[in-house]
């Protein structure tokens, strides 16, 4: 009689960077934009004194805001990251484990501060500083887990890289990816093979177009970029909402009318309830309604990780809005 497998120790490893982010309310900016019209620029008086509204300091940083949201919906989770040995990285071990989360793979970087980001808020629209600390990322010894999200990290990430698609490959885990800045500057064939044995991708539109070039179908742009190897692609896009190809049928699924206050974590909390939600079991649709409720909320406060669902809430957000459901197109 075969050996029963054991149960994963975790449902969700999270590994990226965690940061100290500061929220800036503007009240004198403009915004220009081009004969494009989703290509602008926030203005500022050059030279000048700038008065703000309002600044919130709150711990950040999308595998923080994963594994924080991961834990809310109920799993079992970890998060790797390296936090400097300073004041900002005692608040982000302190936050996290506060929401349960296992900061067993945490490493605590003697010599260098933790990462710092500055978050200008504008009209509800956000736009980001950040400021990575150069690191010597090592994969550490993962216990047994059903999920691996990988997000953004600095840009000495490729050993990590390397090293997590040898795990991957060995243990069958599944791949979640969100991919930083400094991971899309690598380019298409760079992050091929992590791509090729990744579950779900999330990317937003732009930077699904950076990776596979200029397409304007988002069908074509689904299917070009699933053909790049995940075997499930999501794709947001703001206010028309988010996209889903699983290599059989594309899904559509529509925004809340709810109120915007700050839109940084948009799409880590739609990942990670999308995520959660696959967790347990639920189908695709499923999981993007997961997704689009959770940050729906987080979006109407300031911070990635304020609005974040727990279960009970995300059954009332699904009850509430029962009517934003996926559609075929």
């Not at 909390?269 to 689009?292: Q, Y």
Request: charged share 25%; net charge positive; aromatic share 8%.
């Amino acid at each position: 009689m075969p050996k029963a497998s054991k149960k994963p120790v975790y449902d969700i490893i999270s590994i990226g960077d965690a940061t100290l982010d500061v929220f800036v309310n503007l009240i004198e900016a403009s915004v220009l934009c081009n004969l494009q019209k989703d290509v602008c620029q926030l203005c500022l008086s050059y030279a000048d004194k700038i008065p703000v509204e309002k600044v919130t300091r709150v711990i950040g940083g999308n595998a923080a805001n994963n594994a924080v949201g991961s834990s809310r919906l109920g799993l079992k989770a970890a998060f790797y990251s390296i936090v400097g040995n300073d004041k900002t990285g005692e608040q982000i071990l302190e936050t996290v484990r506060r929401e349960k989360v296992s900061c067993e793979y945490v490493h605590i970087d003697k010599k260098q501060e933790s990462n710092y980001s500055v978050v200008l808020n504008y009209k509800a629209e956000r736009t980001i500083l950040v400021y990575h600390i150069d690191r010597k990322y090592k994969l550490p010894k993962l216990k047994s887990t059903k999920w691996i999200y990988l997000t953004s990290m600095g840009k000495n990430h490729q050993n990590l890289h390397n090293e997590l698609l040898k795990h991957v490959k060995k243990t069958g885990v599944k791949l979640g990816f969100n991919p930083g800045t400094h991971q899309l500057k690598q380019g298409l064939e760079k992050l091929r093979p992590l791509l090729q044995v990744t579950t779900v991708l999330f990317v937003n539109k732009e930077e699904a177009k950076r990776l596979v070039g200029e397409i304007a179908d988002m069908k074509e742009l689904l299917m070009a970029v699933r053909h790049v190897g995940p075997q499930i692609i999501v794709i947001t896009d703001g206010e028309k909402g988010s996209y889903a190809y699983d290599g059989q049928s594309f899904w559509k699924c529509a925004i809340t009318d709810t109120p915007v206050v700050e839109r940084t974590g948009a799409g880590d909390s739609f990942a990670t309830a999308f995520l959660a939600a696959m967790n347990i079991g639920k189908s695709v649709p499923d999981a993007m309604r997961w997704g689009t409720m959770n940050s729906a909320s987080v979006i109407t406060k300031v911070g990635p990780q304020a609005g974040l669902l727990t279960k009970s809430r995300m059954a009332a957000w699904l009850k509430r809005y029962s009517k934003i459901k996926p559609r075929l197109f």
